[in-house]
């Protein structure tokens, strides 16, 4: 359940409110608004609400139906703002996320950070241990990876999102990556889920292949209820029956995660059709439908990649897709990162 306390209550009014709670079995999740604390209540007995309703310095108490209850709008109404460096996710602007399927080389990731970050990109992505549906695929660099990641990052004034496989690497990459991202087929492993919610890093879970949205959000319920509430989920495409593209891009999915939860919601295009010309059109319709960051594959020599060359943009054409990106989000009353100006000739 959840208890909205009144906009004047106390410190004390609100631990005394805790305190009951905790006593009646429930662990509580404190969210703090901008008039209002927000108490979620999970677990504990049935109790009789308004039992809690008479409590000095309580406003309303509400009984949740969905089984997500930290994920859920009403636990946070005005929404979640996951705040890296200078980044926001969940504000006004659209956060770009861009760079290659998997760090092949050192001067590959320089050279594709370069230029996405030239074209207003604020985070790098990359795998550098990657999931294949064939054992015979490159597999990824591993830390070697991670290494490059960060110094192409570092170099170029971006945040760095990778995917991590299992619990024993969350140590690896929490030294090297801003955002652990959970892969598609990692959706539905609750011991990483569980993992990831002991840790103070943001966490960006994607939408399993066949997964719900219910589903997915109770992915994102998993790690927050460990104790990280700084968790995206990002629309990737699911399986349907249609065989054309690699994936069908749910572009519902993105307003209707915005309307249940409070999360920032990301989409990734490019994994949900597989094809760069088709990411393009996707890209801007997801801005359209309300997503608060993308995340796009670029790279400089797709043709010759180790992996997912088909579906990763040239750099010329990541740069035409900001442009137009920037018209699109100002229509619907958000922002895309203008260009960085070269630096001067000495």
């Not at 109790?47 to 009984?63: H, N, P, Q, Y």
């Not at 170029?156 to 892969?183: A, T, W």
């Not at 989920?233 to 690699?246: K, P, Q």
């Amino acid at each position: 359940m959840v208890i909205v306390m009144e906009e004047t209550a106390s410190e004390e009014q609100v631990s005394s409110v805790i305190d009951k709670l905790v006593r009646l079995g429930f662990d509580i999740h404190r969210s703090t608004g901008v008039r209002h604390t927000v108490l979620g209540a999970v677990g504990g007995r049935i109790i009789d609400a308004r039992d809690l309703e008479v409590l000095d310095g309580v406003k309303e108490v509400l009984r949740i139906s969905s089984p997500y209850k930290l994920a859920s709008r009403t636990f946070k109404p005005e929404g979640t703002q996951i705040k890296i460096k200078d980044v926001v996710f969940g504000g006004r602007e659209v956060i770009m996320m861009a760079g290659p399927c998997t760090v092949e080389s050192r001067d590959q990731v320089m050279s594709i950070a370069e230029v996405v970050a030239r074209h207003g990109a604020k985070v790098l992505r990359g795998g550098a241990f990657k999931p294949r549906t064939s054992p015979y695929s490159f597999q990824g660099m591993g830390e070697e990876g991670l290494k490059h990641l960060r110094q192409a990052a570092d170099r170029f004034d971006m945040l760095v999102v990778s995917e991590v496989m299992e619990p024993s690497q969350i140590p690896l990459f929490i030294r090297y990556v801003d955002i652990l991202q959970i892969g598609a087929r990692n959706m539905q492993n609750f011991n990483l889920l569980r993992e990831v919610g002991r840790i103070n890093k943001p966490v960006l879970i994607k939408r399993g292949a066949s997964a719900t949205i219910e589903e997915t959000l109770l992915a994102a319920e998993y790690v927050m209820s460990g104790g990280n509430h700084e968790v995206m989920v990002c629309e990737r495409g699911i399986r349907t029956f249609e065989t054309y593209l690699r994936n069908t891009l749910d572009i519902s999915a993105i307003p209707v995660l915005k309307k249940l939860s409070h999360l920032p919601v990301v989409a990734d295009p490019s994994h949900a059709t597989g094809r760069r010309d088709k990411v393009p059109p996707m890209a801007q319709a997801s801005v359209a439908a309300g997503a608060d960051a993308l995340l796009i594959e670029v790279h400089n020599d797709p043709e010759n990649a180790l992996c997912d060359g088909a579906q990763s943009l040239l750099p010329d054409q990541f740069e035409a897709l900001m442009r137009r990106l920037r018209l699109i989000a100002e229509a619907v009353d958000r922002s895309v990162a203008a260009d960085v100006p070269e630096p001067a000739e000495r």
